[in-house]
């Protein structure tokens, strides 16, 4: 099965930084899509920013111009450099990766999520 575990969350004072690592484990093919999700208490899970196999990303308005993702193909996982953090940006974040296995059709896979806390 394929399991995704973040880590690097943590309490920040704001305009500091983090940076978040997603490793990925278990048979699958390399994902076509990946991606870093966030959510506040009290609201929905909101999309970060996404990843193609190819490079490709995407960011929420939000993290635009604060926010870097990245992915290591090679091994299977991926980040996301986080600057100029504000107390908004304080939420669980979540790791995404769309894959297939040889058992299963193209899934969304889920992290069980890592907390950031921007406070001063």
């Known amino acids: 099965q394929v399991q995704l575990v973040e880590s690097g969350g943590g309490l920040v004072q704001p305009g500091g930084s983090l940076r978040l690592s997603c490793g990925v484990t278990?048979?699958?093919?390399?994902?076509?899509?990946m991606g870093w999700y966030r959510q506040a208490p009290g609201k929905q899970r909101e999309l970060v920013a996404t990843?193609?196999?190819?490079?490709?990303?995407n960011y929420a308005d939000s993290v635009k111009g604060r926010f870097t993702i990245s992915r290591d193909n090679a091994k299977s996982a991926l980040y996301l450099q986080m600057n100029s953090l504000k107390p908004e940006d304080t939420a669980d974040y979540y790791c995404?990766?769309?894959?297939?296995?040889?058992?299963?059709?193209?899934?969304?896979?889920w992290g069980q999520g890592t907390q950031v806390t921007v406070s001063s």
């Open positions: 995404k990766a769309q894959a297939r296995t040889y058992l299963r059709p193209t899934t969304d896979y």
């Open positions: 990843i193609t196999s190819d490079g490709v990303t």
């Open positions: 278990g048979r699958f093919f390399n994902p076509n899509a």
